[in-house]
């Protein structure tokens, strides 16, 4: 297949939390790389440095990403603490540097551990991870729709009261921006000792539709993914974070005798965001292999 001929060529893609071969943030920088698109990536290497399975190499995730590019595509990366509302800008115009243009967000970014049980919450540990997980998310995707409204030649945008809408500027012959958050799987069973992530990650599922609703007025479409259980190395012995007695027996008793890999996610995020996926819309999509039933 010619370069051109692949279905995101041309496009530029940001990925956020893209610091570790083994997530599912490089999987999906590189499958969106190996379907055209220019790629530029987010890391924040100090919250790897703060887990068992530590740092990788910057150099090799770069290369990683580089040898998934087609021909005539490019890639950056940049650094950042999305923690920080000031971070955002700069990084989507990073972003839309690298080829002059911005077509797809991933907000794959996310802080875990420093967790705990309702019975040792703490305000501290909760507006962490509203902070890394959800308000990122959100001012990404605010940062990248304004930019499509002013692109679109919209008017500035208007204050919106409960209940009112924008005005849109469609119809759209075809999308003009995707944008997929992440969540987990804290609406299929008990996520324990993970209060404040899944607290984090169910706002993102739970305003899914009403922010697809919104940007749909700029012509951008919005999913979710909840990718299940992957294993992104906390289930092996050497780089876990947690007690493994009884997962091996737990896994043998899964449909496919398997967890995800850090691919089966990736596989879904890049056709969501191709034309091909583009009639899917403001929904909260598993792929988790069966696990959750």
């Known amino acids: 297949m010619h370069s051109h001929d692949l279905p995101l060529f041309g496009r530029t893609a940001l990925v956020t939390g893209v610091s570790r071969r083994r997530g599912i943030g490089f999987a999906t920088a590189t499958t969106l790389a190996s379907l055209g698109a220019n790629v530029f990536f987010h890391h924040f ?11 990788d190499d910057l150099d090799a995730v770069r290369a990683g990403i580089h040898d998934s590019l087609a021909s005539g595509a490019v890639m950056g990366d ?4 999305l923690r920080d509302p000031a971070s955002i800008d700069p990084l989507l115009d990073a972003a839309s540097a690298l080829s002059g243009r911005l077509d797809i967000v991933i907000c ?10 309702i019975f040792d919450m703490t305000a501290d540990r909760l507006d962490a991870h509203w902070q890394a997980n959800t308000r990122a998310s959100l001012l990404l995707t605010a940062g990248l729709a304004n930019r499509v409204r002013r692109e679109l030649g919209g008017a500035e945008t208007p204050v919106g009261r409960p209940g009112d809408s924008i005005p849109s ?19 299929h069973g008990a ?24 940007l749909l007025d700029v012509g951008i479409v919005l999913n979710t993914v909840n990718p299940g259980p992957v294993n992104t190395g906390y289930l092996d012995a050497d780089t876990t974070d947690r007690d493994l007695s009884g997962v091996e027996d737990w896994i043998a008793g899964t449909p496919f005798g398997r967890v995800g890999r850090p691919d089966d996610p990736a596989r879904l995020i890049g056709w969501l965001c191709t034309d091909a996926g583009s009639w899917v819309v403001g929904q909260v999509l598993t792929t988790d292999g069966g696990f959750s039933l």
Do not use: C
């Open 78 to 81: 940049a650094q950042a603490d």
């Open 191 to 214: 996520m324990r000792g993970e209060i404040s992530y899944a607290t984090s990650k169910a706002a993102l599922a739970g305003i899914t539709r009403s922010t697809a609703a919104e």
């Open 169 to 187: 500027l469609g119809p759209f012959e075809k999308p003009t921006a995707h944008v997929v958050w992440m969540t987990s799987g804290q609406g």
């Open 108 to 117: 794959n970014q996310a802080m875990s551990g420093g967790d705990g049980t």
């Open 45 to 55: 290497r100090p919250h790897d440095l703060d887990h068992p399975w530590g740092g």
